[in-house]
C-alpha cells in the first residue's frame, strides 16, 4: 500500500506522476514527494510505529516505496545518547548525540538514503545503480548493491580517503575515480545519466532518494519520549539533510504524533567549504559556489544542489550556521571520542566544532537541549587523526618493563 500522492515541483507547486523524474519541465524546480496524509494520520500512530522492527521502516507510511523496501530492510534507529560529558565539557544543560556513526550496514546516516533509492531502482525496473559521492555514499551505494545483487557504478573525486576508497571496492563495485572536485564529478554523472539510463541515486531519482533522511529526523524524536528538540545542529554537503530533518518535524506535528514546539535548525560547514553558511552570515539571498579546500571531504561540496532551501530552513526556523576549520575539526573529534566514546569521522566533527560555537556565542541558551547530529563514522578517515593522538607504548613481554613504564 502506497501513500504517494505523486511529485511536486518545490518551486511552482505543479503536480507530476510517481516516475523517475527530479526537475520541473516548466520552471526547472526540483521536485519532492507529495503524500496523502490524510490517509497516513488514519493509518498511523505512536503505538502502531512502537510495535514494529527498529529500523527506519517503521515509518514506512512516510516513505515513498509501493511495495516493501528490496535492500537495507535494517538500516536506521540508529542510538540517541543523552551526552552528559560533552554536555558539561560545552556548557549545557541537556545535549543528546544521534549517532548514525553506527548505522547499518556501511557507518553513515547515507545507508537511510541508499535503501530507499535502490527499493526504489528497483520498483522502477533500473538494471543498473550508481552516484556521485564525495565518500560515504559511494560505500552505501556499493554495500546495499551488493546485497541487492544488483551492478554499481560509482564515480567520486580521485583524492578520497583510503577508507572510503577500499569500503567502496571491497563489495565488487566499479569505482571511477574523476580528476576533479564533487561538483565536476556531478556534472560528469548527469551527463552519463541522460546517455545511459542508470538510476543515479542522487540525480535522477532524488527525490526518491533524498526522503530516506526524514527517518534521521523521526528517530530524534520518538526516542527523545515523543518530543522535538529544541535545538539541532546538523551538518551540511548538499544540504539535503537538513531540509529533510525539518521536513520530518513538520510532518509529524501535522499527523499530531508530536507537539510542535518550532525546533531551532543550525547548519554547519568546514570552514574551507562553506557557501551556505557564508549566505547566511551575510544575510545574502543567494550562495556563492566555491572551490572546496577541506579534510572534512564528505562535506565537500561547493555548489550545494538544496542549499537554497538549506538556507531557507535556518533562516524560518530561527537558527543558524556555523564554520568549523581543518584543526577545529580534529580538535572536536577527538573532544567527542574522549567524552562520549564516540568515534566520528570529520564531518561529526565539524557539527561537533560549530555546536561549541553556537553554545559559545549564546545562540543556543546554556539552560535548553540540543541534539548533534553526528552521521559517518571515525574509521574511515583515520588519515587526518593518527598524528595528532599520543603514541604506541611499546615494551616487552615482561613484569619488569611494564614497572618501568609505570614510574615514568
Ligand atoms: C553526505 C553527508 C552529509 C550531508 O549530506 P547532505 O544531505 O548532502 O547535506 C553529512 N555527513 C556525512 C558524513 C555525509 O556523508
Ligand atoms: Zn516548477
Redesign the pocket.
Known sequence: MSYVKGLKCRECGRPFPKEPLHVCEFCFGPLEVDYLYDKIEKALSRDRIESREPNMWRYRELLPLDGDPIVGTQAGYTPLIRAKNLAQALKVKELYIKNDAVCYPSL???DRVVSVAISKAVEFDFKVVACAS????ANSVAAHAAAGGIQSYIFVPHDLEQGKILGTLVYGAHLIGVRGNYDEVNRLCSEVAGKYGWAFVNINIRPYYAEG?KTFGYEIMEQLGWKMPQHIVV????????TKINKAFKEFAMLGLVKDIHPKVYGAQAAGCAPIVTAIHEESELFRPVKPKTIAK??A?GN?A?GFY?MGVMRQSKGWGEIATDEEIVEAMILLAETEGIFT?T??GVTVAAAKKLIDQGRIPHDESVVISI??NGLKTQEVISEHLSKVKVIGPHLREFDELMKQ
Open positions: 553513515s546516516f547515507k564525495t565518500g560515504n555514499l533522511s551538518p551540511m554537503a548538499g544540504g539535503s539533510l537538513i564528505s562535506l561540496i550545494p538544496d538549506a569521522e564531518a561529526g552521521t559517518g
